[in-house]
């Protein structure tokens, strides 16, 4: 009996060994066809006074292909004037009221870099809020490459031995000498002394409550008075056309809506603060603009000297 336990144990080994090294080539066959993902690359843009990329796109169309999962940085050191990058899908080539609902928005710049990732394939135009008409540009994300099946692997034919069958030899049965029958000795039973009579408990005496003391009143902590921010005073540019903010050469409801931006707060400065005082008052406010939108419309001849 222990003998054909024995047999079948080996057996049952033998299939278990053949079972996982054929497992363990599938997992290989598998492993050896997977791919190595390519990482994400960074493409840069130039942002100049009135073009993206060079010069050469100065009023066009600056097109750009990547891959789902680049990046795109601009870079705004090459420009001595003040841009943006603003999305613009099927908005282009006029000023955004609200820039910050769009896909992206670097809000006005002088320098420096912005960064975005597009994770998503389309075609996605940008432009400059603040010269729409010379500086766009598109971006084209391409989608991911497919996917091919993997072909799979043969799987390997495995040829099991047979094992051989073994016939057990039967044990002779030898006769159990009897055994003697024990004699028992009777144990008898230790007297335990009686655990003597517990100590009566005495009753413990309350302590009186004694009154608690009050408690100090707090002090209080004068809070700091808030400190004044100075606010910056807007430096002036060189003179050039009267009620040309931006300095593109032209007078148009472009410099109106920058010289209403810096009123209500929304602009830190002007690129050019001595152009925007169109009626010589020593200030730039919303009269400013009134005058060079009459200008624009045909209502004013001239702006006042």
């Known amino acids: 009996m222990r003998r054909e336990r024995l ?25 050896s066809q997977s791919s190595t993902p390519v990482s994400a690359a960074t493409v840069f843009i130039e942002v100049g006074d009135f073009w993206f990329c060079n010069s050469s796109f100065e009023g066009g169309d600056c097109e750009i292909k990547i891959n789902v999962g680049d990046s795109v940085t601009w870079g705004f050191d090459s420009a001595s004037a003040t841009h943006t990058t603003t999305e613009c899908t099927g908005s282009c080539g006029s000023m955004i009221g609200n820039p910050g609902s769009r896909e992206w928005d670097s809000g006005p710049r002088t320098g420096g870099t912005f960064e975005r990732p597009f994770n998503s394939p389309g075609t996605f135009q940008f432009q400059c809020n603040i010269h729409p008409g010379l500086m766009r540009g598109t971006i084209t994300v391409n989608g991911p490459p497919p996917t091919l099946p993997v072909p799979p692997s043969p ?9 051989p069958t073994v016939t057990p030899t039967p044990f002779p049965t030898l006769p159990m000498p009897p055994s003697p029958a024990p004699s028992v000795t009777a144990t008898p039973f230790p007297t335990l002394p009686m655990p003597p009579s517990p100590a009566p408990t005495e009753t413990a005496t309350a302590f009186p409550t004694l009154p608690m003391p009050p408690s100090p009143a707090p002090t209080e902590t004068a809070a700091p008075l808030p400190t004044s921010t100075p606010v910056a ?13 931006n300095g593109d050469g032209f007078i148009n409801a472009i410099d109106a809506a920058l010289v209403l931006q810096f009123s209500a707060g929304l602009l830190p400065a002007l690129p050019g603060f001595d152009r ?18 009459q200008l624009t419309a045909g209502l004013l001849a001239g702006l006042p000297p």
């Open 233 to 245: 005073t807007p430096t002036s540019t060189p003179p050039g056309l009267l009620g040309d903010v």
């Open 276 to 293: 925007s005082d169109v009626n010589n008052d020593g200030s730039v406010n919303s009269i400013d603009a009134a005058l060079i939108l």
């Open 155 to 163: 799987v390997p034919s495995v040829t099991v031995a047979p094992i």
């Open 7 to 31: 047999v079948l144990l080996v057996r049952i080994m033998a299939v278990a060994t053949i079972s996982v090294g054929v497992a363990a080539f599938l997992w290989l066959g598998i492993r």
